[in-house]
């Protein structure tokens, strides 16, 4: 059973949202490879969960940020989407809305928060300064583009970018979200590849404390 | 236009105005309230520094007479700066808080590029150790005597100092993934008898002791602020702040850019204080230039720069109260500050970054709605301020977290340098617009809200009074715009004369001063700000010992600190 | 009045009678039955909970809360729930994984057992024992055990101090919420959840019974029992602001959802332990001399009270959440010890004087 090309977003009609072409290069690629059709419904009802139920991690670095507040404040109002459970723990978030400059200094930091993060997981760059550098690609401390570190799903361009557009980025994102596979995809239960090493370095601590 | 009262300026000084609080305080100093003349172009310029040069032996016995002698308790700013061949050099501001008129600027430098030392002035004015720290960290001088000599805003692991004008940065210093090394240690350089220096090593937590790292992502340092805080139970012992997680290296681009395109950077600092930063920067390079800016202009800036500060203090008590975990008062606070967007987004087009000023004006004229709008705007403000008070200061579990937290004395906040409210809360009179006014701040009466308790409490009133003030401010003007150009004619490229000029503006959270030299090209040679959040930041050890984990956010939220702004 | 006895004993009969099974085996296969409704009656409440909070709050904030899934939002909590049955559960390096993965199964199970206490209607009570006021109490608080193995097996310094905060904060309540209950026990004269329903029904609501110390009593207990369910303004365990997500920071996936379902799950029980000692449980409003009041009120089924008053104190709980700053760590230690443990100390006294002189009504 084929993907269903144009996901419904409450709303807005498939024609109305930009850049339809990436999206349809998106889903004849995992149409590509066929689904059985009981896999597809059962997969049909998890992504209609997924898409509908983006927690945001609250990770704010600077102006986007203040827009992010007032998006989930009370004239635009995210929870009506039901993503105002912003989590502190990047462990039950599910989306990462990077709104802010990364700074050189704080790359590896956005990048152990990703990891952190449980399957699946989503990453939304916001704002001019997470999309490209915005006006501070010539400086020394700054990563033009967050996609440098980890990989984007959405990027909402805007310096800030207005709530509106942060609400049809998150959109965005859900229509992504709804044509995921699940079974045999994400989730997962891979072998930890440190654990061997882990567990010998932990030993060496051990007897070196006894020493002492 | 139709509906503007066409008084003329004179007539808008008239005292026709609504008295609602009187100021209690005598009017500002007096030399600061004449009229400003317009600068013809041979006279020094207004804002021009000519800082006296003391050598590198001379200074510990100069600044210990200023500071203990003469009164200077106020170290305004400390500055580095790289004047190529000339040397690596500091620049320092100072100022009495007794008699705000008296300031002195010094200025010492040393030519050894190698290995530049300079004596430390940390131990006679608190800031000056966060100061010093930002100066090696971007220039790599060291301060002879400084007990804590380390990198403040760029990795450990940092090749070179990017500030210097030779530093071949982005060659050095690749993106690197690994985790920030954070040492344990810290050191000190100390001046021998014989001229050499030596170096010590200090550890700065105890191998036993227990430190949480509260940031760089946590919900309530407003930002990414990383403190490094070692517990005692609940108790906190001690809170060593890293920064520089959005530092964007602002004061370095600027050198590269032209003066137009240095604006644009500014609102991006502080962008709770968007308005005040640019407009900070647009009169320092105005005043250098010799630029008079129309009535109209002065006025519109002045509504522009109250009605930003109402929104950042709306915005402090939302996050405030978001803190403290009354969400419900952070949705009412920002349910009113939509009302301000939406002002600023009719005349700006921007709610956040708004790119309002300009050199010699300001972008458009304003909206026709504007007048209307704001007029609004006031009455409304003033009864959502009752609410305020109903739902959140009243509230009994508030008023036992903020009474006597975080307590600062007068003397710790001049010693820290912390303006803006924080210093009014502990009855430091540091208002800029009091002490040297600019715009039109002149022309209107206003208090300056200040109390004596210092705690988290008396931070938290001075803010909503203050709005209430500044709700004063704009109805004083807001019917007596007067005609007059809204932009200057400027030439396409504009030079600023060589020198160094000061600017500064009361930003929402304290002052904010422009550095500014110029060797009479396009593009500055070097621009610094004094960042209203880093002597907030830095007195946070003071102000959080031996309080709880809990209290380092209402003293955290209390003193409202903007990220952005203290990393540049 | 309706009661559920009707239900159980056909039931029975069925099992027995019809079926021929031997009486071990009926009661094998209605202990089953009864658990898998527990189970299902409990996740229905959790995502009506849910649902209701966030509207609530959604409503004291002038916003909307969940609209676009389903009508009203309605189905939000569902697409919640998907989501949360299909995320990674991650499992931490160098953790006692063990303990790490049992601490959430703890939390669910007391609140489950303590949710079985509840009498829902006259005749429908799971667990009921003579001494179910002490069963309870002791259920209730191997909770706080799975809140401290989560702090202290997660190998996280913020989940280690939410778990101490909340191992004291819990323990402390805990004093409040025995004491009140043993102040209404002195008035019902029994510890038998279904009797002391049971007596509701006939004398009135205990909370008119007892006048002013069932009142101190009953606000103490909403103020003890909020702070046993670790909510605001007592949420600091998990305070979001200072702890990130307090014991839970190292949860993901579905152990994260298991302390989410019990959060909401004490807030329910929390509020119904509250309608039974305090509001009559099942029993319906009566006031003397109204026959044909009391006879319309009679005619409401016995669950429908219950709930409703349930949820009446439920809401009660969320006001108060939504609207208060949070406390203090020394504050909730010093307002249980200085202030509410004497408190209700004296009142038990004062009940006690009440009961032997007999001035109740």
């Known amino acids: 059973m084929a993907i269903n090309k144009r996901p419904k977003i409450k709303s807005i009609p498939y024609e109305e949202f930009k850049d339809n072409e990436t999206f349809e290069r998106l889903v004849a690629e995992l149409n590509a490879k066929g689904t059985n059709v009981i896999v597809r419904k059962l997969d049909e009802l998890i992504d209609w969960g997924r898409s509908n139920s983006l927690w945001p991690l609250t990770f704010a670095t600077s102006c986007c940020g203040i827009e992010f507040m007032a998006v989930c404040a009370a004239r635009y109002d995210i929870a009506r989407f039901g993503f105002e459970v912003t989590r502190n723990s990047p462990r039950q978030a599910d989306v990462i809305l990077v709104s802010g400059t990364i700074t050189t200094k704080m790359a590896p930091v956005l990048r152990r928060l990703y990891d952190q993060m449980a399957d699946p997981k989503y990453v939304v760059a916001v704002g001019g300064c997470a999309v490209s550098g915005g006006p501070f ?30 609400l049809y980025g998150m959109m965005q994102l859900q229509r992504k979200v709804k044509v995921e596979n699940f079974f045999g995809t994400t989730n997962r239960k891979e072998k930890d590849p440190y654990r061997d090493t882990m567990a010998e370095k932990a030993e060496e601590i051990y007897n070196e404390e006894e020493q002492a | 236009m139709n509906d503007m009262n066409m008084e003329k300026k004179g007539e808008a000084q008239a005292a026709a105005q609504p008295q609602a609080a009187q100021p209690k305080a005598a009017p500002a100093a007096a030399p600061a309230a004449a009229r400003p003349a317009a600068a013809a172009p041979a006279q020094p310029a207004k804002n021009q520094i000519e800082p006296e040069c003391v050598a590198p032996e001379a200074l510990r016995e100069r600044m210990e007479t200023l500071k203990n002698k003469e009164g200077y308790d106020f170290l305004e700013n400390l500055t580095g700066f790289d004047w190529e061949a000339d040397g690596l050099g500091v620049v320092y501001q100072l100022a009495s808080t007794a008699d705000p008129s008296r300031r002195v600027n010094l200025k010492t430098l040393t030519t050894d590029r190698e290995n530049p030392y300079l004596p430390s002035v940390a131990d006679l004015w608190d800031i000056a150790n966060i100061y010093e720290r930002e100066v090696y960290d971007f220039f790599g001088i060291r301060f002879t005597g400084h007990p804590d000599m380390r990198r403040i805003f760029m990795r450990e692991d940092w090749v070179g100092y990017p500030m210097r004008k030779d530093d071949e940065t982005e060659k050095n210093n690749p993106l690197r993934m690994t985790p920030e090394p954070l040492s344990d240690f810290t050191e000190t350089y100390t001046l021998q008898s014989d001229g050499t220096v030596t170096k010590s090593q200090r550890r700065l937590f105890e191998e036993d002791e227990y430190v949480v790292n509260i940031g760089p992502q946590h919900p309530s340092t407003h930002g990414v602020l990383h403190f490094r805080v070692s517990l005692e139970g609940e108790k906190i012992k001690k809170i060593d702040p890293v920064l520089g997680y959005i530092h964007r290296g602002v004061e370095k681009i600027s050198e590269k850019m032209t003066y137009p395109q240095t604006l644009a950077l500014t609102d991006r600092l502080d962008y709770l204080g968007a308005m005040q930063n640019r407009h900070a920067l647009c009169m320092c390079i105005e005043q250098a230039m010799g630029v008079e800016v129309s009535d109209r202009v002065k006025v519109i800036r002045t509504i522009m720069d109250e009605l930003q500060r109402i929104d950042s203090h709306i915005l402090f008590f939302s996050c405030l109260c978001q803190d403290l975990g009354a969400t419900t008062a952070f949705l009412y606070g920002f349910r009113d500050r939509e009302q301000i967007l939406d002002i600023f987004e009719e005349t700006c087009g921007g709610r956040l970054i708004l790119n309002y000023n300009t050199i010699g004006g300001v972008m458009a004229d304003i909206h026709p709605n504007f007048q209307k709008r704001v007029k609004a705007f006031i009455p409304y403000m003033r009864k959502n301020i009752k609410e305020y008070h109903d739902i959140f200061t009243g509230n009994v579990i508030f008023q036992n977290r903020a009474k006597g937290v975080g307590v600062l004395t007068k003397e710790q906040c001049i010693s820290f340098g912390c303006t803006g409210g924080t210093g009014r809360a502990a009855g430091w009179h540091n208002d800029v617009r009091k002490l040297r006014p600019y715009a039109a701040y002149d022309r209107v009466q206003f208090n300056e809200v200040v109390r004596s308790e210092g705690d988290s409490f008396a931070r938290y009133m001075i803010r909503l009074d203050e709005i209430l003030e500044s709700l004063n401010i704009i109805e004083q003007l807001i019917d007596n715009i007067p005609e007059g150009n809204f932009q200057e004619k400027m030439k396409p490229i504009i030079k600023v004369p060589e020198g160094l000029y000061y600017s500064a503006v009361e930003g929402s959270r304290g002052e904010f001063g422009v550095l500014l030299e110029s060797k009479g090209d396009k593009s500055p040679y070097r621009l610094h700000y004094r960042s209203t959040g880093l002597p907030l930041v830095a007195v946070m050890d ?6 709880m984990i809990a209290d380092l956010i209402t003293i955290g939220g209390t003193v409202d600190y903007v990220v952005p702004d203290i990393d540049r | ?20 099974l031997p009486e071990w085996g009926a009661i094998l296969t209605e202990s089953i039955l009864v658990a898998l409704a527990i189970i299902t009656i409990y996740a229905v409440f959790a995502i009506v909970l849910i649902y209701m909070e966030r509207k609530v709050c959604a409503a004291f904030q002038c916003r909307l809360g969940p609209m676009r899934v389903g009508p009203w939002g309605t189905l939000q909590v569902f697409s919640d729930v998907f ?22 199964f703890l939390v669910v199970t007391a609140s489950m057992v303590t949710f079985a206490c509840l009498p829902w209607n006259a005749g429908a009570h799971i667990l009921d024992f003579n001494v179910g006021v002490f069963f309870f109490l002791a259920i209730s608080s191997i909770g706080v055990v799975g809140i401290l193995l989560a702090g202290w097996s997660s190998n996280n310094k913020y989940s280690l101090i939410g778990a101490m905060r909340s191992g004291a904060q819990i323990i402390s309540y805990e004093l409040s919420i025995g004491m009140t209950m043993l102040t209404m026990i002195c008035l019902t004269g029994t510890m038998q959840f279904s009797e002391i329903c049971a007596d509701q029904a006939v004398n009135g609501w205990n909370i008119f019974r007892g006048h002013l110390p069932a009142v101190l009593a009953f606000i103490i207990y909403l103020v003890a029992g909020n702070a046993e369910c670790n909510r605001g303004p007592f949420d600091l365990p998990e305070s979001e602001s200072e702890l990130t997500a307090g014991y839970h920071t ?12 019990a959060e909401y799950l004490n807030l329910f029980i929390c509020a119904g332990m509250a309608s039974t000692i305090f509001l009559g449980g099942w029993a319906p409003l009566h006031i003397a001399g109204l026959e044909g009041f009391n006879g319309v009120m009679d005619a409401v089924p016995g669950f429908v009270w219950f709930l409703g008053k349930t949820f ?12 208060f700053p949070r406390l203090r760590i020394d504050q909730i230690l010093s307002l249980e010890w200085k202030y509410l443990v004497p408190i209700s100390m004296v009142n038990l006294v004062l009940m006690a004087l009440v009961v032997s002189m007999g001035w109740h009504f």
Not at chain 3, 1 to 20: P, S
């Open chain 3, 312 to 323: 009446f104190v439920v809401f009660l709980l969320m006001w108060l959440r939504w609207t």
């Open chain 1, 137 to 166: 690609t010539k400086s020394y401390h700054v990563v033009n583009g967050v996609d440098n570190i980890i990989p984007v799903d959405v990027y909402v361009p805007g310096c800030p970018p207005r709530p509106e557009s942060f």
């Open chain 3, 1 to 20: 009045m309706f009661n559920f006895d009707i239900v159980t004993t056909w039931l029975h009969n069925l099992l027995t009678g019809t079926l021929g």
């Open chain 3, 250 to 261: 190292e949860y993901s996936g579905m152990h994260f959802g298991y302390y989410y379902l």
């Open chain 3, 83 to 104: 989501k949360m049955l299909t995320k990674e559960i991650i499992n931490l390096r160098q953790t006692d994984l063990f303990l790490h993965n049992l601490a959430p």
């Open chain 2, 542 to 547: 003071t102000a959080c010992r031996d309080n």
